[in-house]
């Protein structure tokens, strides 16, 4: 069982930062893929980054060049950088955990931080 908390979010003005974290209890977290998330108000969840367990990454196009995904394996934490942020990157952020054990996959969801981009 593996346990996820977001922290990080907040209100920024467009153009700015933040960093997003993802902690994780439990163990094997070095072997589960990780992603973040978004849900918008009245929008389907989408796809954002992600990271397997071997480093290598993935990105939604609206935030190529602007979002790094990372994780840091001793801490069991994942990590969402958030550069040159646009008021249309406002959401829930929530990050995901992800394995397969005998064909069937694992999922494990945190309950998300909210970000707002405004002026």
């Known amino acids: 069982q593996v346990q996820l908390v977001e922290s990080g979010g907040g209100l920024v003005q467009p153009g700015g930062s933040l960093r997003l974290s993802c902690a994780a209890s439990?163990?094997?977290?070095?072997?589960?893929?990780m992603g973040w998330y978004r849900q918008a108000p009245g929008k389907q969840r989408e796809l954002v980054a992600t990271?397997?367990?071997?480093?290598?990454?993935n990105y939604a196009d609206s935030v190529k060049g602007r979002f790094t995904v990372s994780r840091e394996n001793a801490k069991n934490t994942a990590f969402l950088q958030m550069n040159n942020l646009k008021p249309e990157d406002t959401a829930v952020y929530s990050c995901?955990?992800?394995?397969?054990?005998?064909?069937?996959?694992?999922?494990?969801w945190g309950r998300g931080t909210q970000v707002t981009v405004s002026s």
């Open positions: 995901n955990a992800y394995t397969s054990r005998y064909g069937f996959p694992i999922n494990y």
């Open positions: 439990g163990s094997g977290f070095s072997s589960y893929a």
């Open positions: 990271i397997t367990s071997g480093g290598s990454t």
